[in-house]
């Protein structure tokens, strides 16, 4: 099946900086997702990418789509101690099948005060 | 407000015991999905159903059953069959189309 190579695997940063994290596939994705999990909870969906090139942002968090529909990328700029939280990027093959959707093995972000 | 209900949070299994862990969602979804966490790893598909009265396998079904017998409702049914159930299970729910965008708040099964 397809795999999701997720990097960095945990990231520890001061308080204020920007963070990259970025996810790339052995396959052709034609949707990436990026979530947000915080402890003892369920993921919450951040920012949903449909086309190839697609830069999409939501607060101070962006997110591409890359050309070659390989990988993406999620950046978080100006971080503050709630943007603690393991941030997982997802791929599917196909808009409407959820037996498509694979996840990559997550980054665990700390915010150092 | 809308969503979906896990429960319970925190469930024990004894040996040989079949435990069944409940989804329930508000959101008027007619697909819903569960998904196994294991620490450091990704979400890995167990069953998913598109519509009532139908489900299909995903990748990790084995030691695992389900029903779809309610819109609101679909059940996972974790059976003595799956020797390694310890692990954080997720329910989500989407409406068709669309990816899984709403997900519960997890249910953690531990074995005795």
């Known amino acids: 099946g397809q795999q999701l190579n997720q990097s960095p695997q945990s990231m520890f940063i001061q308080e204020g900086e920007d963070v990259s994290m970025n996810c790339t596939s052995s396959s052709i994705f034609n949707t990436w997702l990026w979530y947000k999990q915080e402890p003892g909870e369920g993921p919450v969906l951040l920012i949903a990418l449909y086309k190839a090139g697609e830069l999409t942002s939501n607060g101070r968090l962006t997110a591409q789509f890359g050309i070659t529909r390989k990988d993406s990328f999620l950046n978080i700029s100006a971080s503050i101690p709630s943007d603690v939280g393991i941030y997982f990027c997802?791929?599917?093959?196909?808009?409407?099948?959820?037996?498509?959707?694979?996840f990559g093995s997550g980054t665990q972000l700390t915010v150092l005060p | 407000d809308g969503g979906i209900t896990q429960s319970p949070k925190y469930l024990f299994r004894k040996e040989g015991q079949n435990v069944t862990l409940s989804c329930e969602q508000n959101?008027?979804?007619?697909?819903m999905y569960w998904y196994r966490q294991d620490p450091g790893q990704g979400l890995r598909l167990i069953y998913y159903s598109q519509i009532v009265n139908d489900f299909q396998k995903g990748d990790i079904a084995e030691g695992y059953s389900v029903s779809r017998e309610k819109k609101e409702s679909f059940p996972l049914t974790v059976t003595s069959a799956q020797k390694n159930p310890t692990a954080f299970y997720l329910c989500?729910?989407?409406?068709?189309?669309?990816?899984?965008?709403?997900f519960g708040d997890g249910t953690r099964l531990s074995i005795l």
């Open positions: 959101l008027n979804h007619d697909a």
């Open positions: 989500a729910s989407s409406n068709p189309g669309l990816q899984p965008q709403h």
């Open positions: 997802a791929g599917s093959i196909s808009s409407g099948s959820a037996r498509q959707l694979t």
